[in-house]
T-cell receptor
Framework: KNEVEQSPQNLTAQEGEFITINCSYS?????LHWLQQHPGGGIVSLFM???GKKKHGRLIATINIQEKHSSLHITASHPRDSAVYIC???????????FGTGTRLQVFP | DTAVSQTPKYLVTQMGNDKSIKCEQN?????MYWYKQDSKKFLKIMFS???????INETVPNRFSPKSPDKAHLNLHINSLELGDSAVYFC???????????????FGPGTRLTVT
């Protein structure tokens, strides 16, 4: 079993829908990252957090350290949000980044 | 104003050859990384360098040798290429060592390596 699990693996939405992507992890962490990989392959860091909640535009990321769970929310989704969203945690013990397998999101107009 | 650049973007080569991928960052970061993304799109860290010193070395065949001539560059040299080395390789950098422990990663565009 992967130390970082994401759900769902694939997600299809209509433009305007509210989207939630989940990430659960089993190791102690010092930080959690949400990354976006565009269809062209480029990777962008969206959020890095270790507690609470962060918001950037239509994107919101939350983390619950006790439950070892994070969620990425997209409000008023748009076709340009179509991408693979990757959760990654920095292991507290080894300092390495461990990646989830990603969630492929497609938003249709 | 590319923050993290990699060359080449595409690399097609035959088994047994030796090849290098170059990475440069102009962000003034102390730490650079190499990641491998396999055909299933799973990202995995290979190496991490901080101020030209090796910090993380995952279980990677010793055919892979990173070289950091200065803290702005981290090149990846691969000897005796094998079919299984075909993947997309991403370079990244971050500003480590801050008291907040915030290590935001900045990724390069990736190098798609195809070994035939």
């Amino acid at each position: 079993k992967n130390e970082v699990e994401q759900s769902p693996q694939n997600l299809t939405a209509q433009e305007g829908e509210f989207i939630t992507i989940n990430c659960s992890y089993s190791v102690g962490i010092s930080a959690l990252h949400w990354l976006q990989q565009h269809p062209g392959g480029g990777i962008v860091s969206l959020f890095m957090l270790s507690s609470g909640k962060k918001k950037h535009g239509r994107l919101i990321a939350t983390i619950n350290i006790q439950e070892k769970h994070s969620s990425l929310h997209i409000t008023a989704s748009h076709p340009r949000d179509s991408a693979v969203y990757i959760c990654a945690v920095r292991s507290y013990n080894t300092d390495k980044l461990i990646f989830g397998t990603g969630t492929r999101l497609q938003v249709f107009p | 104003d590319t923050a993290v650049s990699q060359t080449p973007k595409y690399l097609v080569t035959q088994m047994g050859n030796d090849k290098s991928i170059k990475c440069e960052q102009n962000l003034g970061h102390d730490t650079m990384y190499w990641y491998k993304q396999d055909s299933k799109k799973f990202l995995k860290i290979m190496f991490s360098y901080n101020n030209k010193e090796l910090i993380i070395n995952e279980t990677v065949p010793n055919r892979f040798s990173p070289k950091s001539p200065d803290k702005a560059h981290l090149n990846l040299h691969i000897n005796s290429l094998e079919l299984g080395d075909s993947a997309v390789y991403f370079c990244a950098s971050s500003q480590e060592g801050q008291a907040t422990l915030w290590y935001e990663q900045y990724f390069g565009p990736g190098t798609r390596l195809t070994v035939t």
